[in-house]
């Protein structure tokens, strides 16, 4: 995302730069960190759930991230 932004930006100042190719990870990042139920923000409320388990942070995890294609369930 930052590599984006940075190379438009150097685009709309007319900076001299050589492009980068790089792997747009995005979809990545949002499964780790965009909101609302994120990974981050899932194992932050089982963690704070007082009966909180392994088990109930997994079972979250595949409820509302098992169809996202950067997320694997364990076999």
Not at 8 to 27: C, K, R, S, V
Request: net charge negative; proline share 5%.
């Amino acid at each position: 995302h930052i590599f984006k932004l940075e190379q438009a930006e150097y685009n709309l100042e007319g900076i001299n730069w050589q492009h980068i190719e790089f792997l747009d990870n995005q979809e990545a990042l949002d499964l780790i960190a965009a909101k609302p139920m994120n990974m981050l923000a899932l194992i932050d409320e089982e963690s704070k759930f007082p009966k909180g388990t392994d088990e109930s942070m997994l079972n979250k995890l595949h409820q509302y991230h098992g169809s996202h294609p950067n997320y694997l369930k364990p076999k």
